[in-house]
Nanobody
Framework: QVQLVESGGGLVQPGGSLRLSCAAS????????MTWYRQAPGKERERVAF????????DVADSVKGRFSISRDNAKKMVYLQIDSLKPEDTAVYYC???????WGQGTQVTVSS
């Protein structure tokens, strides 16, 4: 059974940092690219980061470039999203996704507020 479980969200002040984690199971993780999406209240889900199966190539959305970075550890079947210089507009539920198997996690809430 394919499973993605996100963690690491929380309430942070503007300018702070968070590292989100996603634990994968039920599929051959190292064979698949992974993505992170986010969905803010009242807005469509937005892809924020992408990483290839072996981690050799990454991409982040222009809206978060310079503040977000994605990485993975295939031995641990984990993918990470490092978020720096958090802004209130980063408030959203963040989801891990494996497009190759069509699976989503339950999401982790990030709230940026003073």
């Amino acid at each position: 059974q394919v499973q993605l479980v996100e963690s690491g969200g929380g309430l942070v002040q503007p300018g702070g940092s968070l590292r989100l984690s996603c634990a994968a199971s039920g599929f051959t993780f190292s064979n698949y690219a992974m993505t992170w999406y986010r969905q803010a209240p009242g807005k469509e889900r937005e892809r924020v980061a992408f990483i290839t199966s072996k981690g050799g190539s990454t991409d982040v959305a222009d809206s978060v470039k310079g503040r977000f970075s994605i990485s993975r550890d295939n031995a641990k079947k984990m993918v990470y999203l490092q978020i720096d210089s958090l802004k209130p507009e980063d408030t959203a539920v963040y989801y891990c996704n494996c497009p190759g198997v069509g699976s989503w996690g339950q999401g982790t809430q990030v709230t940026v507020s003073s």
